[in-house]
Each structure stands twice: as C-alpha cells, then as structure tokens.
Antibody, heavy 119, light 108 residues
Framework: QVQLVESGGGVVQPGGSLRLSCAAS????????LYWVRQAPGKGLEWVTF????????YYADFVKGRFTISRDNSRNALYIQMTGVTAADTALYFC????????????WGQGALVTVSS | SFELTQPPSVSVSPGQTARITCSGD??????AHWYQQKPGRAPVLVMY???LRPSGIPERFSGSSSGTTATLTISGVRAEDEADYYC???????????FGGGTKLTVL
C-alpha cells in the first residue's frame, strides 16, 4: 500500500533553516506529482509547494516564494523541502502528499512532520 | 489568487443529513475535492472531481456542484463522521492550489 513518511521536523530558530524529507513506497514514485501541505496548530490546511513527476515544474505559494525549495530524487523515492529564513508563521505540521498522474487533488498523505520556529 | 469559503461549523443529529458547502469563483470551471480530518490524523480524501467517491469511502458520502458552490453531503450521519472537512480546488493556470477554511461537523 502507499506510504509517505515525513522526517526532519524539529525546533528551529527564527531566520534559521531546516530540511524535511518524505520517503515514499507502494507506488510508482517517478510517475506522480508531489506536494507539501502544512497546517499551523489549530488552523486549516495550506498548500505550500508542488513538484512535477520529473522535477521539471515547481510552484510555490506566495508566502514561501524565495524561502522554500522543493526537490525530489526519483532514484531514492524521496521528496524534500528546504526551508530557509523561517519565521514563527512557518510553525506547522508539514504533510507530503501525492496526486494521481494528471490530476490536481491529494490522494495520499503522510502523517506529517512538525516544525516549530522558536528562539 | 482565489478563495474558497466554507461555513465554520455544521451540526446535525445522528441519522440526519449534513450538507457542507464550499463557494468559489473558480467553480464550475475547476473541480472541487473534499477531505475529512479527525483530530491528530492526516486528512483523508472523501470526494474528488466534485462527485466521485474513492474506494473505501462509505456510500453515505456524496458530492455535487452547481454554479459557484460545491456541496459535500453526508446522509445518515454517524458519530464517527464527526471531523473537520475541507474543500480544495486548483486555479485555472495549473500553478496554485487552495483549501477552504474548513468546516467542523458536530454530531449532536
């Protein structure tokens, strides 16, 4: 079955950097677009970033443009997000998610990695 | 960017029908998708492309869309359906995704 497992969360100081990883299994990783979606404590879901199946296309929500970078390694079935210049507003549970090829909804989700920005 | 608007809360008694709406100017050109999220859990897709139900989702869940409003309907609500529900869509350019603010369904 499809599994998405995030790792790398933790406490980071304001202005600092952190990289999250998402290990995938149970599907043909290189055929699927991937996403990061976040949820601040007690708040709703927010789409953060997208990467196409081949890594050629990347899109970002305005609030992370220029600070976060999404990447993937199809040889390792892994998705990443490099977060820099973090602020308290970036404190959230970060989920990786995938969609069926060619579709724009989130079919499978990981359990999330918690990022806390605090001094 | 575009916005999706949901009511913050909906309350129904067991066995009744719950309807959760999602309004957005991108409808009907773009599809609505729906997710259920229970406390401490990851979201689960319960409806996609307005009215299609993923495998494993009970038949009491249905979806529809008319004009600028999409609706998730839960017939014969059960206590286990109590959760937050989010609608989601994508913009016409294919470069941005959006969630509604979420609706807390309370089963009285």
């Amino acid at each position: 079955q499809v599994q998405l497992v995030e790792s790398g969360g933790g406490v980071v100081q304001p202005g600092g950097s952190l990289r999250l990883s998402c290990a995938a299994s149970g599907f043909t990783f290189s055929s699927h677009d991937l996403y990061w979606v976040r949820q601040a404590p007690g708040k709703g879901l927010e789409w953060v970033t997208f990467i196409s199946y081949d890594g050629a296309k990347k899109y970002y929500a305005d609030f992370v443009k220029g600070r976060f970078t999404i990447s993937r390694d199809n040889s390792r079935n892994a998705l990443y997000i490099q977060m820099t210049g973090v602020t308290a507003a970036d404190t959230a549970l970060y989920f990786c998610a995938t969609s069926p090829p060619g579709y724009r909804y989130f079919e499978f989700w990981g359990q999330g990695a918690l990022v806390t920005v605090s001094s | 960017s575009f916005e999706l608007t949901q009511p913050p809360s909906v309350s129904v008694s067991p066995g009744q029908t719950a309807r959760i709406t999602c309004s957005g100017d991108e409808f009907p050109q773009q599809f609505a998708h729906w997710y259920q999220q229970k406390p401490g859990r990851a979201p689960v897709l319960v409806m996609y492309k307005d009215s299609l139900r993923p495998s494993g989702i009970p038949e009491r869940f249905s979806g529809s869309s008319s004009g600028t409003t999409a609706t998730l309907t839960i017939s014969g609500v059960r206590a286990e359906d109590e959760a937050d529900y989010y609608c989601q869509s994508a913009d016409s350019s294919g470069t941005s995704w959006m969630f509604g603010g979420g609706t807390k369904l309370t089963v009285l």
